[in-house]
């Protein structure tokens, strides 16, 4: 072969093998794709019920867990970002970033979005509750001092509500104005945080004014707990909810967090505690759904290898609560788990550090018996 043709034929090689790369590239997987594009979207399946959403956090807006989020819910709420001491870690600074990134995300995506939470008792900067000297209000025992501190707590709060609804009140219908107000094992049945101790439940109605008055009458306000199903506690919320109804407080609905296992609590004390706050003329969502594979006193762990009995059973009763929910959708709006995949997920860590699988997909974001038995009520988990 002369030497031109052994050049020519070095190009035409090299010709044929970018070519070659050039059809691998156009034709390789989306980066955004799900895992399994190939199965029912939740959302879609839903459609005729309620929306289905997630929580996410702002790094999940990309790649395959984004994938899987826009081919199965529309509706998200931020899992941390939009909590207190994270949007507004101290008095003058608020931190806009991470929020609007997932505003912009669900935007992009035809998505809705739920704000969690205005106020809580948790992941709250501590200069809430500094007096103008820069002292724990809590610890003021003069009346007139005290009657001060709690003017200038609703004062802060006021403006921190005001500031972030203004921002999204045209990007987020559905708001947690407060979030776990409610624990039993104290004084009155309200927790004793420290809003409670410095301002009582004044703090709870400022909230919501707030809100209500920087938002317009076409936003959602929703007071949210978890261990709603527990009937004392759920008469402690439902008793404060009528008292703040009848002092005229804005009050739309009740957000049922809704962490539950596989063995308890029964579907039928979930669904009875909407229809008590339903009496009410309020709306009930499911905010922050998940069901851990192990009761909620055992500490032990089943390590890499879930039992194929224990998924089952988690199906099975994934299955039960769907279908309650679908059969009581005139008085429930929404559900979002709090997750949408078991490699993200705080009952990893809590209560304590062990492998855990409370949602529909696993950790390589492949559909489980659960995600069947919820998008398919014909499946038997038996």
Same mark, same amino acid.
């Given at each position: 072969?002369?030497?031109? *043709? !052994?050049?020519? %034929?070095?190009?035409?090689?090299?010709?044929?093998?970018?070519?070659?790369?050039? @059809?691998?590239?156009?034709?390789? %997987?989306?980066?955004?794709?799900?895992?399994?594009?190939?199965?029912? &979207?939740?959302?879609?399946?839903?459609?005729?019920?309620?929306? @289905?959403?997630?929580?996410?956090?702002?790094?999940?807006?990309?790649?395959? !867990? #984004?994938?899987?989020?826009?081919?199965?819910?529309?509706?998200?709420?931020?899992?941390?970002?939009?909590?207190?001491?994270? =949007?507004?870690?101290? /008095? /003058?600074?608020?931190?806009? &970033?991470? #929020?609007?990134?997932?505003?912009?995300?669900?935007?992009?995506?035809?998505?809705?979005?739920?704000?969690?939470?205005?106020?809580?008792? %948790?992941?709250?900067? *501590?200069?809430?509750?500094?007096?103008?000297?820069?002292?724990?209000?809590?610890?003021?025992?003069?009346?007139?001092?005290?009657?001060?501190?709690?003017?200038?707590?609703?004062?802060?709060?006021?403006?921190?509500?005001?500031?972030?609804?203004?921002?999204?009140?045209?990007? @987020?219908?559905?708001?947690?104005?407060?979030?776990?107000? +409610?624990?039993?094992?104290?004084?009155?049945?309200?927790?004793? %945080?420290?809003?409670?101790?410095?301002?009582?439940?004044?703090?709870? *109605?400022?909230?919501?004014?707030?809100?209500?008055? #920087?938002?317009? $009458?076409?936003?959602?306000?929703?007071?949210?707990?978890?261990?709603?199903?527990? $009937?004392?506690?759920?008469?402690?919320?439902?008793?404060?909810?009528?008292?703040?109804?009848?002092?005229?407080?804005? =009050?739309?609905?009740?957000?049922?967090?809704?962490? +539950?296992?596989?063995?308890?609590?029964?579907?039928?004390?979930?669904?009875? &505690?909407?229809?008590?706050?339903?009496?009410?003329?309020?709306?009930? =969502?499911?905010?922050?759904?998940?069901?851990?594979?192990?009761?909620?006193?055992?500490?032990?762990?089943?390590?890499?290898?879930?039992? /194929?009995? +224990?998924? #089952?059973?988690?199906?099975?009763?994934?299955? /039960?609560?769907?279908?309650?929910?679908?059969?009581?959708?005139?008085?429930?709006?929404?559900?979002?788990?709090?997750?949408?995949?078991?490699?993200?997920?705080?009952?990893?860590?809590?209560?304590?550090?062990?492998?855990?699988?409370?949602?529909?997909?696993?950790?390589?974001?492949?559909?489980?018996?659960?995600?069947?038995?919820?998008?398919?009520?014909?499946?038997?988990?038996?």
């Amino acid at each position: 072969m002369s030497r031109l *043709a !052994k050049i020519v %034929s070095g190009i035409m090689a090299g010709a044929v093998l970018i070519l070659i790369v050039a @059809i691998l590239i156009v034709n390789r %997987s989306d980066p955004n794709e799900p895992a399994q594009s190939d199965i029912p &979207s939740l959302a879609v399946e839903y459609a005729d019920f309620f929306p @289905i959403g997630a929580a996410i956090e702002p790094s999940q807006t990309n790649g395959l !867990k #984004a994938g899987l989020l826009k081919k199965h819910v529309n509706w998200l709420v931020a899992e941390n970002v939009m909590k207190p001491d994270s =949007i507004h870690p101290a /008095e /003058e600074t608020f931190n806009w &970033s991470n #929020a609007d990134k997932i505003v912009a995300f669900a935007k992009e995506n035809g998505m809705e979005i739920r704000y969690h939470t205005l106020v809580w008792h %948790s992941q709250v900067g *501590a200069w809430f509750f500094k007096d103008s000297e820069g002292k724990p209000m809590v610890d003021e025992t003069d009346p007139v001092r005290q009657k001060a501190n709690k003017k200038l707590l609703l004062e802060r709060l006021d403006t921190h509500v005001r500031t972030i609804v203004d921002r999204y009140k045209n990007d @987020i219908k559905s708001w947690d104005v407060v979030n776990e107000v +409610i624990e039993p094992a104290d004084p009155d049945g309200m927790r004793a %945080s420290e809003w409670y101790k410095i301002a009582g439940i004044d703090y709870i *109605a400022t909230a919501f004014q707030a809100a209500r008055e #920087a938002g317009g $009458p076409d936003i959602k306000l929703y007071i949210n707990d978890y261990g709603t199903d527990d $009937p004392r506690k759920r008469d402690l919320l439902y008793d404060l909810v009528k008292k703040l109804l009848d002092q005229g407080v804005p =009050i739309d609905g009740v957000g049922h967090q809704t962490h +539950i296992d596989v063995y308890g609590p029964t579907v039928e004390s979930i669904i009875e &505690s909407m229809r008590k706050f339903a009496e009410l003329g309020l709306d009930n =969502i499911v905010t922050e759904l998940d069901m851990s594979i192990y009761s909620w006193n055992d500490r032990s762990d089943y390590g890499t290898v879930i039992p /194929e009995e +224990i998924l #089952a059973q988690q199906a099975k009763r994934y299955g /039960e609560l769907f279908q309650a929910f679908r059969d009581h959708r005139e008085i429930l709006s929404g559900v979002v788990f709090w997750g949408i995949a078991d490699d993200h997920t705080w009952l990893n860590g809590f209560p304590v550090k062990r492998t855990n699988a409370p949602l529909l997909f696993d950790k390589q974001y492949q559909a489980k018996p659960a995600f069947w038995s919820v998008v398919d009520p014909s499946v038997k988990t038996d």
